[in-house]
């Protein structure tokens, strides 16, 4: 058990739908990272908060959004779905103070969408 | 662009036999270097990762990575897996004059018992 922890586990829904995804990162972490996994794409970087900020972004779509709150938990919002975006969706958190990327990233178990 | 390339996309060794999955970068500059495990069902777990210094890295579990710049590579090995190595694993970049990371396609490595 990594200390991070995502729900739901899974989700399925139908496309042009709207869903968030939570993640609550381990306690003293600052940083959350969020990963999208699919058979087609891998394993992509999609986005980082650091203390409520967003400090990096990868292969993010316009249609999703992430924001980080003030307890320190993590929401990423996927919305106008289509079939591409079924996938497992990873959260890590890492406990560097200055919030660079090379601190060591603790994954939590996902949350498997299914987009129909 | 930057890319990492993991040519081996499944292995399938006995156990005991030694491992050395490839795992090869396009990036000129100063990069940051990682390998992740995911086992059947579960987390991305770091293996081990090269920042700078000794380019033999020691990870947890016996596995060791090797950081070859003119090769552009670097390469996982383990002298003798166990059928608990059987898993996924992910090469991963960053190049340090930025925040994202980059990761290869993943190796399947399967022991057979």
């Known amino acids: 058990d990594s200390g991070v922890t995502q729900t739901p586990k899974h989700l399925i829904t139908a496309t042009g739908q709207r869903v968030t995804l939570r993640c609550s990162p381990r306690?003293?972490?600052?940083?959350v990272y969020w990963y999208q996994q699919s058979l087609d794409q891998g394993l992509q970087f999609l986005i980082q908060?650091?203390?409520?900020?967003?400090?990096a972004k990868g292969n993010i779509l316009e249609r999703f959004s992430a924001q980080q709150f003030p307890d320190l938990h993590s929401e990423l919002n996927l919305s106008s779905l289509e079939l591409g975006d079924s996938a497992l969706y990873f959260c890590?958190?890492?406990?560097?103070?200055?919030?660079?990327?090379?601190?060591?990233?603790?994954f939590g178990p996902g949350t498997r969408l299914t987009v129909l | 662009a930057q890319s990492v390339s993991q040519h081996n996309h499944h292995v399938i060794l006995s156990e005991a036999a030694s491992l050395e999955l490839g795992c090869n970068y396009s990036?000129?500059?100063?990069?940051?270097l990682f390998w992740y495990v995911q086992y059947p069902g579960q987390h991305l777990q770091l293996l081990l990762k090269?920042?700078?210094?000794?380019?033999l890295v020691k990870g947890i579990k016996g596995f060791e990575a090797e950081f070859i710049k003119s090769k552009f590579s670097f390469n996982l090995r383990k002298p003798s897996v166990q059928w608990s190595d059987t898993a996924e694993y992910f090469c991963?970049?960053?190049?340090?004059?930025?925040?994202?990371?980059?990761f290869g396609s993943g190796t399947r490595l399967s022991i057979r018992p």
């Open positions: 090269y920042f700078s210094g000794d380019p």
């Open positions: 990036y000129g500059g100063t990069v940051n």
């Open positions: 991963a970049l960053r190049y340090s004059s930025a925040s994202k990371i980059i």
């Open positions: 306690s003293g972490d600052l940083s």
């Open positions: 890590a958190s890492s406990t560097g103070t200055s919030g660079a990327f090379s601190d060591e990233q603790f």
């Open positions: 908060y650091y203390n409520g900020e967003e400090r």
